[in-house]
């Protein structure tokens, strides 16, 4: 009984960390994959990007100070978060307006309408993104072709479209077996159709490491549920590989890791405990090729995660981490 932990009244020991400087870092792990989006979708990616985070700020601002009569917060980064990862979520063609209004529902209804940062119960570039989905579905599924500009930075514009040229996603052609699915480099680089932040195997997985060694997230989520859908579609594969993609097709196409590391692991919207995480990830993982394989539509990751999301209150309630020096009785 002679060693015991002794607490001091506050102040604590403070680890340096704070909302807007992890906020910091989390834009810092985008900017791969931002710039594979610029390089193959030019100035589409680049105006979509402006405009959506402009807009979040903006609404961010105005909800706060005229409506919830508050101070604004929009100085802590997470406006600007969820304005780039809405856009990293859509095509580069989108009209401009059709973005305004994603952002107003992703920071209105998916942020504020719960009390702002902190207590939004699902992750709010997601919201806007399923709500424009569901309410654009013919602009929101037309993807422009790829562009290398090695040399010519922004593309040409025609028409509202990258060279006036569209195509379908890998997870499309796919679901409807039609053409010719891009091989493992090309979607290793992101020279593919899709939404232009979700492209780029490899600049999306630098941005992982870096997060993971700023110690911004843990690797339980990203692994975790990117682990699962390489399981069950490879289980799928096994037993049908002349229907069903193989496992490295799912996990370099898509939104999957884009979903798995940039949102999945919002801090807000996630489990708490490494119990809890893994049983999330699990979940999301399930839902996602679940959806994907025999759904009828061909990418499941957002509605995984907004799924969870729900589910994350219940996972938090039932796996709490184990209070020290309490000791459990049947």
Same mark, same amino acid.
């Given at each position: 009984m002679e060693n015991k932990l002794l607490v001091s009244p506050s102040p604590h020991i403070h680890s340096g960390d704070s909302i807007s400087k992890n906020m910091q870092g989390v834009l810092i792990a985008l900017i791969p994959a931002f710039l594979v989006s610029l390089w193959f979708f030019g100035i589409g990616a680049l105006m979509i990007t402006l405009v959506s985070v402009g807009a979040c700020v903006l609404f961010e601002y105005l909800i706060q100070k005229y409506l919830l009569k508050v101070k604004p917060s929009i100085q802590d980064g997470s406006a600007i978060i969820t304005g780039v990862l809405l856009a990293f979520n859509l095509p580069s063609n989108l009209p401009l307006w059709i973005v305004v209004i994603g952002a107003l529902v992703a920071i209105g209804i998916g942020k504020m309408t719960f009390g702002g940062l902190g207590n939004n119960i699902f992750n709010p570039a997601l919201v806007g993104r399923v709500f424009l989905l569901i309410s654009f579905p013919a602009q929101m599924t037309v993807w422009p072709k790829p562009v290398a500009t090695r040399f010519a930075f922004f593309p040409a514009l025609q028409d509202g479209q990258i060279d006036g040229l569209t195509g379908a996603t890998p997870l499309s052609m796919i679901k409807n077996h039609f053409g010719q699915i891009p091989d493992t480099m090309d979607l290793l680089l992101g020279n593919m159709g899709g939404s232009f932040g979700e492209i780029g195997a490899i600049a999306l997985i630098f941005g992982l490491i870096y997060m993971l060694i700023r110690r911004i997230i843990t690797w339980h989520i990203p692994v975790v549920t990117v682990s699962t859908v390489a399981v069950f579609t *490879?289980?799928?594969?096994?037993?049908? /590989?002349?229907?069903? =993609?193989? /496992?490295?097709?799912?996990? +370099?196409?898509? *939104?999957?890791? +884009? *979903? =798995?590391?940039?949102? =999945?692991?919002?801090y807000v919207t996630s489990p708490m405990s490494k119990s809890g995480m893994i049983v999330y990830a699990i979940g999301i993982g399930l839902i996602t090729s679940v959806i994907r394989l025999f759904g009828a539509y061909p990418e499941g990751v957002s509605f995984a995660i907004l799924i969870m999301n729900a589910f994350t209150p219940l996972i938090n309630m039932y796996l709490k981490p184990k209070r020290f020096g309490i000791t459990w009785q049947n």
């Open positions: *490879g289980i799928m594969y096994y037993i049908n /590989p002349e229907i069903y =993609a193989s /496992p490295v097709i799912h996990i +370099l196409s898509g *939104g999957l890791l +884009l *979903g =798995a590391i940039f949102m =999945a692991t919002d």
